[in-house]
């Protein structure tokens, strides 16, 4: 019998950021952080005007109000059908797009903007709904391969098929959907299509560059892409955000509103339940393995790559077996830590040498297993003779290490950093901790660029009308620490010690 994986998502808002921590079986999944309001541009929808149009690459650029000009293939096919599910197509078209210089046209980022090259876009538009992806203008249907039963599978195409208006609109069934009664898929494909008439009506008067639809901010995505009945428990650490989370959790009923819990304690939510440290631990590039052996994990320009080691594993019987056991363990990691970090593009893994090809074979199945519940798309090709692995895997916004980590500018971006925003939201969680074991006041001496930015952006201004209100908090502000260094020193309003440069937060 398989056992059934506890999931839990844990959700939170403050220093201006939106965080999302996925825990499986105790151990952390996913991963993301937007910052407050929403600046991804993933998803939105925009007027945008052709700049250039390059026959030699078959693409277009667009001018959409980004920093930098978007990029449109002229031959796409259809809208990019697997952004939320692996779905399989029912049907589809391919009309190539005739551009010129100057036309005005709407198109969706499909990609972020990536180092010196602006996002990517597709003028073939998607609404995305829990149980639904409406494609207004792609003869398309398809279906999440996730969902198995041919007789289901076949009932919701149907169901699908008749929604359908005209042949220039389609639709792509969610994993989520045989969850769904029939009245309910309707009433989600008909609210979608109107997002769209909305988005139509909008462009006839909007100037370029305006963005006409926005995607869902990052808490809404979660509760949207997330089963009612997989997911245990929702855990909130702010007030705001669980109330207007329960109010859309009533209003859909989709998952039952007991699951929604508002953490109330005195610390930091992702300290107290232990996710700091598994979450830190993502920026290392040494993963240890659960039988003694490891991975490396490099990025590079163009791939990922992971070099397995046995480490401190010796093994029982002889080196094949050995080496075999190391693999398939590390195959499973490896799958887990891809969709942790949110790698994408091409991952090309170095495994320990086999001899046996029944090994290699069973390593591979193993690594194609465990990367089968990811909901990005990933392709994994046979096993080398050199026992080299390489698949690759939808990128899906952002990946973890740009969160938590910046180019060190003392060694010339060879080594990293924590970010200043994860920084501060390790000095938040110390200043919670003190707090909570009773200080009435605390003295915090850090990197100076660290204090200007709390102060300019004002990133404690909520607790400090809250929860902080009759707390004292003082900086005192260093030119020679280093921007991820500080020190917290909890005391009494009246008998802490003050050096004579602190200064009083707010």
Same mark, same amino acid.
């Given at each position: 019998?398989?056992?059934?994986?506890? #999931?839990?998502?844990?959700?939170?808002?403050?220093?201006?950021?939106? =965080?999302a921590?996925?825990?499986?079986?105790g151990?952390?999944?996913? =991963?993301?952080?937007?910052?407050?309001?929403?600046?991804?541009?993933?998803?939105?929808? +925009?007027?945008?005007?052709?700049?250039?149009?390059?026959?030699?690459?078959?693409?277009?650029?667009?001018?959409? &109000?980004?920093?930098?000009?978007?990029?449109?293939?002229?031959?796409? !096919?259809?809208?990019?059908?697997?952004?939320?599910?692996?779905?399989?197509?029912?049907?589809?078209?391919?009309?190539?797009?005739?551009?010129?210089?100057?036309?005005?046209?709407?198109?969706?980022?499909?990609?972020?903007?990536? &180092?010196?090259?602006?996002?990517?876009?597709?003028?073939r538009?998607?609404?995305?709904?829990?149980?639904?992806?409406?494609?207004?203008n792609?003869?398309?249907?398809g279906?999440?391969?996730?969902?198995?039963?041919e007789?289901?599978?076949?009932?919701?195409?149907?169901?699908?098929?008749?929604?359908r208006v !005209?042949?220039d609109?389609?639709?792509?069934?969610?994993?989520?959907?045989?969850?769904?009664?029939?009245?309910?898929?309707?009433?989600?494909?008909?609210?979608?299509?109107?997002?769209?008439?909305e988005?139509?009506?909008?462009?006839?008067?909007?100037?370029? &560059? !305006?963005?006409?639809?926005?995607?869902?901010?990052?808490?809404?995505?979660?509760?949207?892409?997330?089963?009612?009945?997989? $997911?245990?428990?929702?855990?909130?650490?702010?007030?705001?955000?669980?109330?207007?989370?329960? *109010?859309?959790?009533?209003?859909?009923?989709? $998952?039952?509103?007991?699951?929604?819990?508002?953490?109330?304690?005195?610390?930091?939510?992702?300290?107290?339940?232990?996710?700091?440290?598994?979450?830190?631990?993502?920026?290392?590039?040494?993963?240890?393995?659960?039988?003694?052996?490891?991975?490396?994990?490099?990025?590079?320009?163009?791939?990922?790559?992971?070099?397995?080691?046995?480490?401190? +594993?010796?093994?029982? %019987? %002889?080196?094949?077996?050995?080496?075999?056991?190391?693999?398939?363990?590390?195959?499973k990691?490896?799958?887990?830590?891809?969709?942790?970090?949110?790698?994408?593009?091409?991952?090309?893994?170095? =495994?320990?040498?086999?001899?046996?090809?029944?090994?290699?074979?069973a390593?591979?199945?193993?690594?194609?297993?465990?990367?089968?519940?990811?909901?990005?798309?990933?392709n994994?090709?046979?096993? !080398?003779?050199?026992?080299?692995?390489?698949?690759? #895997?939808?990128?899906?916004?952002?990946?973890?290490?740009?969160?938590?980590?910046?180019?060190?500018?003392?060694?010339? &971006?060879?080594?990293?950093?924590?970010?200043?925003?994860?920084?501060?939201?390790?000095?938040?969680?110390?200043?919670?901790?003190?707090?909570?074991?009773?200080h009435?006041?605390?003295?915090?001496?850090?990197?100076?660029?660290?204090?200007?930015?709390?102060?300019?952006?004002?990133?404690?201004?909520?607790?400090?009308?809250?929860?902080?209100?009759?707390?004292?908090?003082?900086?005192?502000?260093?030119?020679?620490?280093?921007?991820? +260094?500080?020190?917290?020193?909890?005391?009494?309003?009246?008998?802490?010690?003050?050096?004579?440069?602190?200064? *009083?937060?707010?």
């Amino acid at each position: 019998m398989k056992k059934e994986i506890k #999931r839990e998502w844990f959700l939170d808002r403050y220093c201006g950021q939106q =965080f999302a921590a996925l825990v499986e079986d105790g151990k952390l999944a996913e =991963f993301a952080c937007e910052k407050e309001p929403r600046t991804s541009c993933v998803g939105n929808i +925009y007027k945008g005007r052709v700049t250039n149009v390059l026959s030699g690459m078959n693409a277009a650029f667009i001018h959409c &109000g980004l920093e930098k000009n978007c990029y449109l293939s002229m031959d796409e !096919s259809y809208t990019d059908c697997t952004k939320y599910d692996d779905a399989t197509p029912e049907k589809a078209d391919s009309r190539p797009l005739d551009l010129q210089i100057g036309d005005e046209i709407i198109v969706q980022v499909t990609k972020p903007p990536r &180092g010196n090259k602006g996002a990517k876009v597709t003028t073939r538009l998607s609404f995305v709904g829990k149980t639904m992806i409406y494609l207004p203008n792609t003869d398309f249907l398809g279906i999440s391969r996730k969902i198995t039963d041919e007789s289901t599978r076949e009932t919701l195409l149907k169901t699908a098929e008749n929604m359908r208006v !005209s042949q220039d609109e389609g639709f792509i069934v969610r994993t989520q959907a045989p969850f769904a009664t029939a009245k309910q898929l309707k009433t989600e494909a008909e609210f979608l299509k109107k997002l769209y008439l909305e988005t139509l009506e909008t462009a006839k008067t909007a100037p370029v &560059g !305006s963005v006409l639809y926005e995607d869902e901010d990052l808490p809404l995505r979660v509760l949207r892409d997330s089963y009612g009945e997989d $997911i245990s428990a929702f855990h909130v650490g702010d007030k705001e955000l669980y109330e207007r989370l329960l *109010r859309l959790v009533k209003l859909r009923r989709d $998952i039952p509103a007991r699951k929604l819990i508002f953490y109330q304690g005195n610390r930091s939510m992702l300290r107290e339940y232990g996710i700091t440290p598994l979450l830190y631990g993502t920026a290392s590039p040494i993963v240890p393995l659960d039988n003694g052996g490891d991975l490396v994990i490099e990025h590079t320009e163009a791939m990922t790559v992971i070099d397995v080691n046995t480490g401190s +594993y010796v093994g029982e %019987n %002889n080196l094949e077996e050995t080496v075999f056991s190391v693999n398939l363990t590390a195959a499973k990691e490896i799958a887990r830590q891809v969709r942790l970090r949110n790698i994408g593009g091409i991952v090309v893994v170095d =495994f320990i040498d086999m001899v046996d090809e029944a090994h290699k074979e069973a390593v591979t199945v193993t690594l194609k297993t465990a990367l089968s519940i990811d909901r990005a798309k990933c392709n994994v090709l046979p096993m !080398s003779e050199l026992c080299i692995s390489q698949f690759t #895997r939808k990128r899906l916004g952002r990946d973890t290490h740009s969160y938590l980590v910046k180019p060190c500018e003392h060694c010339e &971006g060879k080594g990293y950093l924590h970010d200043d925003i994860f920084v501060i939201t390790r000095l938040r969680a110390d200043i919670l901790d003190c707090f909570a074991e009773g200080h009435t006041a605390v003295l915090i001496e850090l990197n100076e660029k660290i204090m200007e930015l709390i102060l300019d952006q004002e990133m404690f201004a909520k607790e400090m009308q809250g929860r902080w209100k009759d707390k004292k908090i003082y900086f005192v502000p260093h030119k020679t620490y280093k921007e991820d +260094y500080f020190t917290v020193r909890g005391g009494d309003s009246d008998s802490l010690s003050l050096p004579a440069k602190a200064l *009083r937060l707010f």
